[in-house]
């Protein structure tokens, strides 16, 4: 006995390849095309998708290397100022002391220029003392009054004399 399904029949066996064919037509013309063109576009966007994402990689990365070019940047700059501050700082340091030394050094000298105006004009008032006293004691001696000439005449012997001995 032989099985029905299993023994091959040529008229079932040519309407079963018709059929197959027409049905891989109809597939490859509705189904298949749109089926390739919805995966090409879906390719399509993952590779774009890819793209964008390496695109925002690269941006990132070049971001990331100006923000530590800046912060470098930025480093030296502050250094520089601190340094300049520095130096700022001891020039005028330097020149604050400098101009403390002058003025002590002025301040000194106006000193001994006062003493020494006070000194002279010390020695002129005892000069003049000495003089004054000197026409006391020699009018008292001598017993009378000198004259006004006579006085100046003194005055200028007795001075000469005291600028010869200071001399």
Do not use: C
């Amino acid at each position: 006995m032989e099985n029905p399904l299993v023994r091959i029949e040529p008229g079932l066996f040519i309407w079963s390849i018709i059929t197959f064919l027409l049905l891989l037509t109809v597939l490859a013309k509705f189904v298949w095309k749109p089926l390739m063109e919805a995966l090409d576009r879906r390719e399509k966007r993952i590779r774009h998708s890819l793209e964008e994402a390496e695109k925002a990689r690269q941006e990132a990365e070049r971001i990331r290397e100006e923000y530590g070019d800046m912060i470098t940047q930025a480093r030296t700059e502050a250094q520089v100022i601190v340094t300049e501050g520095k130096v700022t700082s001891e020039k005028l340091t330097e020149k604050m002391l400098h101009e403390a030394r002058e003025k002590s050094e002025q301040i000194r000298k106006d000193a001994e220029k006062q003493i020494q105006t006070e000194k002279e004009n010390a020695i002129a008032e005892i000069r003049e003392e000495v003089v004054n006293l000197s026409l006391q004691a020699a009018s008292k001696i001598i017993g009378r009054n000198l004259t006004k000439e006579d006085n100046l005449s003194i005055i200028q012997e007795s001075l000469d004399k005291m600028n010869r001995a200071d001399a």
